[in-house]
T-cell receptor
Framework: AQTVTQSQPEMSVQEAETVTLSCTYD???????LFWYKQPPSRQMILVIR??????QNATENRFSVNFQKAAKSFSLKISDSQLGDAAMYFC????????????FGAGTRLTVKP | DGGITQSPKYLFRKEGQNVTLSCEQN?????MYWYRQDPGQGLRLIYY???????QKGDIAEGYSVSREKKESFPLTVTSAQKNPTAFYLC??????????FGEGSWLTVV
């Protein structure tokens, strides 16, 4: 089974600074998607960024960007110019492009933003 | 607005009672999912459905049941056989093989 590992249960960043959240995954497939979701205190899961495995270019969404290293099976999230509203749980997720039921989530990283 | 609507937001269940969580989507997605999240934990898949009138068990299906009579709707019933149902439940949908989008979730508490 595919696994997703987030090795940082908690992270902290000063407002306006940059923070990187780590994620590694295990798969034998070549075609898949990777995601970062944000879960604020409201508990809704909000899509932050999406990466297609066959694309070498790293995805970016405004202040959010990823460092996708396919060979190393690493998918880190960089948040630039951190804002108080970025405080949340962040989940890394893997989804097979072939098998609909195969989506795995990491255990999450709780991000605190200090004013 | 397009999206996924879950109801109720908060639900209380008495011992031995079945309860049903509603999930409706107007995104025209074929696939729908139910996840359970316990405090401080990640998400675990309960059931998923790729098409109307078809669904499959996920990792923790015991004590739960679903139906998929319409493309837009995927209700989850928590039966009395589920011994520890207190959790946060998330419904989701997707185009097959692509990004999964989530509803706002439902809290279920046993009283």
């Amino acid at each position: 089974a595919q696994t997703v590992t987030q090795s940082q249960p908690e992270m902290s960043v000063q407002e306006a600074e940059t923070v990187t959240l780590s994620c590694t995954y295990d798969t034998s497939e070549s075609d898949y998607y990777l995601f970062w979701y944000k879960q604020p205190p409201s508990r809704q899961m909000i899509l932050v960024i999406r990466q297609e495995a066959y694309k070498q270019q790293n995805a970016t969404e405004n202040r959010f960007s990823v460092n996708f290293q396919k060979a190393a099976k690493s998918f880190s999230l960089k948040i630039s110019d951190s804002q108080l509203g970025d405080a949340a749980m962040y989940f890394c997720a893997y989804r097979s492009a072939r098998y609909d039921n195969d989506m795995r989530f990491g255990a999450g990283t709780r991000l605190t933003v200090k004013p | 607005d397009g999206g996924i609507t879950q109801s109720p937001k908060y639900l209380f269940r008495k011992e031995g009672q079945n309860v049903t969580l509603s999930c409706e989507q107007n995104l025209n997605h074929d696939a729908m999912y139910w996840y359970r999240q316990d405090p401080g934990q990640g998400l675990r898949l309960i059931y998923y459905s790729q098409i109307v009138n078809d669904f499959q068990k996920g990792d923790i299906a015991e004590g739960y049941s679903v139906s998929r009579e319409k493309k837009e709707s995927f209700p989850l019933t928590v039966t009395s056989a589920q011994k520890n149902p207190t959790a946060f439940y998330l419904c989701a949908s997707s185009i097959r093989g692509d990004t999964i989008y989530f509803g706002e979730g439902s809290w279920l508490t046993v009283v």
